[in-house]
Antibody, heavy 121, light 107 residues
Framework: QVQLVESGGGVVQPGRSLRLSCAAS????????MHWVRQAPGKGLEWVAG????????YYADSVKGRFTISRDNSKSMLYLQMNSLRAEDTAVYYC??????????????WGQGSLVTVSS | DIQMTQSPSSLSASVGDRVTITCRAS??????LAWFQQKPGKAPKFLIY???RLQSGVPSNFSGSGYGTDFTLTISSLQPEDFATYYC?????????FGPGTKVDMK
């Protein structure tokens, strides 16, 4: 069974940085696009960023463009989200998610358990 | 960006009821539409892709339909474990966008 485990969340002051990690296992990580999705407390799901299987293309929501960077290390089966210039409105549970298939535009079939990021002074 | 809307935002139903949730895209997305179920404190669960294809392991009382801009998720006979919030998502164009969710609770 596919496993995705996020880490790196916590409490951070506005304007500071944080890096989330997602450890992937039990599937061929280097073949799949990966994404980050967040959910603010009591709110709906918001797609944050996505990256192609080989890291050659990256996509961002307007709300995080220029502040967040998605990356991956296929040799370690790891996905990352570097979050800079954090704001209170970035407070959310952050999920990493795997694409359903290896070709074409795909939805997300497996999700991690989530990592809570709280931006507060 | 493609905006997704869902109706109703919430509904109350009983075990055994037939439940229908509607999702609408602000522009045509062909069948690049997925449905997710989320329970409190848990990650979303993948139910349906390509608007009508059931993910492996998802009970057959779930079904999806639609094409273009209008889609539906139907639960033919609501089970106790189906009380949850349901989200649609378009994945035709970045940024991928989710609907605001429909909460299904017990009448």
């Amino acid at each position: 069974q596919v496993q995705l485990v996020e880490s790196g969340g916590g409490v951070v002051q506005p304007g500071r940085s944080l890096r989330l990690s997602c450890a992937a296992s039990r599937f061929t990580f280097s073949s799949y696009g990966m994404h980050w999705v967040r959910q603010a407390p009591g709110k709906g799901l918001e797609w944050v960023a996505g990256i192609w299987y080989d890291g050659s293309n990256k996509y961002y929501a307007d709300s995080v463009k220029g502040r967040f960077t998605i990356s991956r290390d296929n040799s370690k089966s790891m996905l990352y989200l570097q979050m800079n210039s954090l704001r209170a409105e970035d407070t959310a549970v952050y999920y990493c998610a795997k694409e359903h298939r290896i070709t074409g535009s795909q939805p997300f079939d497996y999700w991690g358990q989530g990592s809570l990021v709280t931006v507060s002074s | 960006d493609i905006q997704m809307t869902q109706s109703p935002s919430s509904l109350s139903a009983s075990v055994g009821d037939r439940v229908t949730i509607t999702c609408r895209a602000s522009q045509g997305i062909n069948n690049f539409l997925a449905w997710f179920q989320q329970k409190p404190g848990k990650a979303p669960k993948f139910l349906i892709y390509e608007a009508s294809r059931l993910q492996s392991g998802v009970p057959s009382n779930f079904s999806g339909s639609g094409y273009g801009t209008d889609f539906t998720l139907t639960i033919s006979s609501l089970q106790p474990e189906d009380f949850a919030t349901y989200y649609c998502q378009q994945y035709k164009t970045f940024p991928f966008t989710f609907g605001p969710g429909t909460k299904v609770d017990m009448k």
